[in-house]
């Protein structure tokens, strides 16, 4: 990739999850790049054209900046669901919670669109649900028979996306640690587990 048009993603990138997309401004981005706007229309017809190579860009850093550090930390296919979200965890302390998923945030300001950008906001969903429920797979002896572990993955997203959202308005992490607690305690009782720090027994099967 050449080395401008590089610079020009990196920094919208940067801007568009510290600012959001509708207010960061093309000349905003072209400062932060130190690019020209003739070199800007040269690789991008439009701010739009630019935030769908961000979206791209996304779905090839899921694997290096999410994924793999969290299975580097475990083998165990549950521990790194909850590994995933840990990585989200920490991105909220480490920036004062002003962190927030950049997916979730750019649906939020520019979804319902049609379109290249609505696929893209959809693609990265999906590749973040399907590394979820691959983990969910790999466990599926620990699961009742018939869970729909692709449901099951999107419910995790929906608990991740809640959570770093309500943990970044409170300036609060007890919001993200309390959701991942009862998710946690979710899959102990679909086990047939008891949940984590409870002292009631496992659920009895009926005979």
């Known amino acids: 990739m050449h080395p401008t048009r590089r610079r020009i993603l990196d920094e919208a990138r940067s801007l ?15 400062a932060a790049a130190g690019a020209g706007s003739g070199s800007l229309y040269h690789f991008f017809p439009s701010k739009e054209a630019v935030l769908a190579e961000v979206l791209r860009d996304y779905l090839t850093m899921l694997g290096p900046m999410i994924v ?3 299975f580097a930390r475990t083998t165990d ?9 840990g990585i989200y965890r920490a991105g909220l302390v480490a920036t004062s919670f002003r962190y927030s998923c950049p ?6 300001e520019v979804a319902p669109r049609s379109g290249e950008i609505d696929s893209l906001i959809d693609e990265n969903f999906t590749a973040w649900s399907e590394v979820i429920e691959g983990c969910l797979e790999a466990a599926r002896d620990r ?4 869970t729909d572990t692709g449901g099951l993955a999107r419910f995790v997203l929906t608990v991740m996306e809640g959570a770093v959202m309500q943990a970044a308005a409170a300036r609060d992490i007890r919001p993200f640690d309390e959701a991942v607690e009862h998710l946690r305690s979710y899959f102990a009782l679909l086990g047939g587990e008891a949940p984590p720090g409870s002292h009631l027994p496992p659920p009895q099967e009926d005979r």
């Open 16 to 30: 568009f999850w510290r600012r959001g997309y509708h207010a960061t401004g093309m000349k905003e981005i072209l």
């Open 77 to 85: 296919p549950v521990e790194r669901v909850f590994g995933i979200l």
């Open 143 to 146: 699961w009742p028979q018939g």
């Open 103 to 108: 997916i979730g945030r750019i649906a939020l």
């Open 68 to 70: 793999d550090p969290a």
